[in-house]
């Protein structure tokens, strides 16, 4: 945004994150959907519990409950994340003000590419706002609690690729949170320059405006995902089913011609 000229590797890390947190969602929507054939019915059928029992035993009341709190436990912490991004952008966007105002008056100066925080924005939401919804099929269609761990710890890693303080390095190479709080520190001191960068800001639409729609959706997917997963059972796919049981059979026989 504001650093000299990445290096390819460095560019190449990023567009891949990007790639992978637009499309890897929409990927696990499209699988999804040909695993599941439908609604099979409304109500508390599904929640249930019998002694003894290898489909509605412990494992399956435990995967539920498991199910339901990592569903509210990430449109939650989304909503907070996207407000606290909320708050980040617009002191970004204050700054790349400056910075621009910099550049148009001494041509040594080059303008801060403010397209890139546009793209940060939108694929923070979008990822987001997906994950959470395919959380719900894909604990549905869960095998064990052991099923509902990964999966809720998959989409979170996918949601937090892009993250300065996360499993990649990209962005940590390149941004220097503490010299931007200082350069913002700085200008806060001037009220009067304060004043004038957030009349701007707040007459035009910046980035910071969509992390407000998106806190908006996730506060909504957070009433609504977890009411549809108790209350919408939805049916598994029966090739699916059948697909399953041929690999285990597979897999038995295999052990069985081992031993």
């Known amino acids: 945004l504001f650093q000299g000229r990445a290096s390819p590797l460095l560019l190449m890390g990023l567009y ?29 059928d599904k929640w249930k519990y019998e002694y003894g029992s290898d489909e509605y035993g412990v494992s399956f009341v435990a995967s539920r409950i498991l199910s339901l709190l990592f ?15 909320r708050t980040e952008t617009k002191k ?27 793209v940060g924005v939108i694929v923070n939401v979008w ?24 999966d809720a710890l998959g989409l979170c890693f996918l949601y937090n690729m892009d993250d300065i303080s996360g499993d990649f390095g990209f962005i940590d190479e390149k941004w220097d949170e503490d010299q931007f709080g200082d350069i913002y520190g700085e200008l806060a001191q001037d009220q009067e320059l304060m004043t004038t960068f957030k009349q701007y800001r707040q007459s035009h639409f910046t980035p910071d405006n969509i992390y407000t729609v998106g806190k908006g959706l996730a506060y909504f997917l957070l009433v609504v995902l977890p009411i549809a997963f108790v209350f919408v059972e939805l049916e598994v796919s029966s090739t699916d089913g059948g697909r399953r049981l041929t690999q285990d059979f597979a897999e038995l026989q295999a052990s069985n011609d081992a031993l």
């Open 16 to 44: 891949l994150i990007v790639i992978i947190q637009v499309v890897g969602p929409v990927i696990i929507v499209y699988w999804v959907s040909f695993r599941l054939s439908g609604i099979r019915s409304f109500g508390l």
């Open 71 to 85: 569903i509210a436990l990430f449109m939650l912490n989304g909503a907070y994340v996207l407000q606290k991004s």
């Open 92 to 118: 970004i966007v204050e700054i790349c003000h400056i910075f621009r105002r910099a550049a148009e008056s001494n041509t040594s100066y080059s303008p801060p590419n403010e397209a890139w925080l546009w």
């Open 127 to 150: 990822c987001l706002l997906l994950c959470g919804i395919c959380m719900w099929p894909l604990f549905v269609m869960s095998e064990g609690p052991k099923d509902v761990i990964f």
